[in-house]
């Protein structure tokens, strides 16, 4: 049988993660390739808590169908959270979504068109990558320097259908927009008249100091924001937001009104027991805040162990910046090496890692000499035999 598929799917690519993770199943090999959160960074016994206490009192409600903007008290809950920063936000701007990855999709779905130019960052996260591309955008490198993207890059002369970044501690590269640049993008924005789509699920991983206000806080009524409770709570539950600009204008009316109808398309809701169970635990006493600061001071080691033990062994020549928050190191190594090329003969020694060239966009030469690695999974003790396997194949 020939199934004729849509011209559509000719732009979905498997993800290069997947398959690698695929490979890093095999036994030995220490990976820091996986883009997953610590699994004892779960709070499962608070969920399991939470679980009984949603069956027992609101089974019937919780495995109903329910409504696609989501649980109003969650909503609500979101709305409260994101106005501590200096940015106010309304529970009718939240929208709750299957994870932020459905939120990339649905924006892709109401805002692209085939050739819509969208600006992305030069590494940009993979999953956007992919989420955006089935739509048939042209991806434009988004130039930036050592403060990050560029805001002269939002040009009003060739304006973008929509510019996505990740603001803080970047998946890939683990960097951070400083305050004084996300000033001066969501200016820019402005006077461009460019939608943002601010994607920001590392927000609360942060080591040091927390990060600055988010851009919206800056260009409320032009940036789409995307959270998630992935890394804040557990990824299995799946649930994540969109908060749409501030504001009746007729345009933001629309755009909330169509990513209302394309979720509804998609998944009718987000699963309202697991809406129920997340609300259930932050009503229940729950200390969100001490438990932050667990994965806080988890992943702080993690990032300080893989610091120490970059410094220790790589060759000569690599560099890389230390990550304030996140998941993640981003390592250039001399020109001439390709981390793509050297992936099986790393996999071989017991060591794995995301090749660079795997998150630049469509026709933007991808810097071969680059790599992700995730510091989360791994002890500090198996971070540094992980990183000295490495190092050798390196050379
Ligand atoms: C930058 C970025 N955005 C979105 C997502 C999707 O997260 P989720 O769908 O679990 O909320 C991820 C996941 O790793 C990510 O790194």
């Known amino acids: 049988m020939i199934f004729t598929l849509a011209r559509r799917t000719q732009r979905m690519n498997s993800s290069a993660i997947r398959e690698i993770l695929k490979l890093t199943e095999r036994p030995g090999v220490l990976s820091m390739a996986g883009g997953l959160p610590a699994p004892a960074s779960f709070p499962i016994e608070a969920l399991q808590r939470a679980c009984d206490q949603v069956l027992s009192t609101q089974g019937a409600a919780a495995l109903q169908y329910a409504a696609t903007e989501g649980l109003p008290p969650l909503r609500e809950w979101i709305a409260r959270r994101l106005s501590q920063s200096a940015w106010q936000v309304e529970a009718s701007q939240v929208l709750i979504t299957t994870g932020s990855q459905q939120g990339l999709d649905l924006v892709g779905k109401v805002m692209l068109d085939e ?20 739509y048939e955008p042209v991806f434009r490198p988004w130039a930036s320097d050592a403060e990050g993207p560029l805001p002269s890059a939002l040009s009003k002369a060739e304006p973008a259908r929509l510019a996505y970044l ?11 927009i400083a305050d004084a640049r996300r000033r001066e993008i969501a200016q820019q924005t402005r006077r461009s008249n460019t939608p943002l789509l601010e994607d920001d699920p590392y927000g609360e991983l942060w080591f040091d100091a ?28 799946r649930v994540g937001y969109i908060v749409t600009p501030r504001g009746e204008h007729p345009g933001t009316l629309a755009l909330r009104a169509k990513l209302l109808q394309a979720k509804q398309a998609s998944d009718l809701h987000t699963p309202a027991l697991n809406q129920r169970i997340i609300m259930q635990l932050l009503d229940s006493g729950f200390d969100l805040e001490g438990h932050l600061e667990t994965v806080r001071v988890r992943y702080r080691a993690q990032r300080d162990a893989m610091a120490t033990a970059l410094a220790r062994h790589l060759p000569a020549g ?6 304030q928050g996140g998941m993640f190191f981003w390592v250039t190594c001399p020109d001439g090496i390709d981390t793509l ?16 060239v795997s998150f630049y966009a469509g026709s933007a030469p991808g810097q071969v000499n680059t790599m992700r690695l995730s510091f989360v999974t791994l002890s500090p003790s198996e971070i540094d035999e992980a990183v000295s396997r490495l190092a050798r194949c390196l050379v």
């Open 115 to 134: 050739g819509s130019p969208v600006l992305v960052e030069q590494p940009t996260y993979l999953g956007a990558l992919q989420a955006f591309a089935p």
């Open 166 to 176: 990740v603001p803080n501690f970047q998946n890939p590269s683990g960097h951070g």
């Open 210 to 237: 927390p990060p600055p206000p988010p851009l919206a806080a800056h260009a409320p009524e032009q940036v789409i924001y995307l959270g998630s409770f992935s890394k804040v709570l557990a990824p299995g539950l």
């Open 318 to 323: 690599c560099t890389w910046q230390l990550p």
């Open 341 to 356: 090329q050297r992936l099986p003969s790393a996999v071989e020694a017991g060591a794995a890692y995301v090749p660079g």
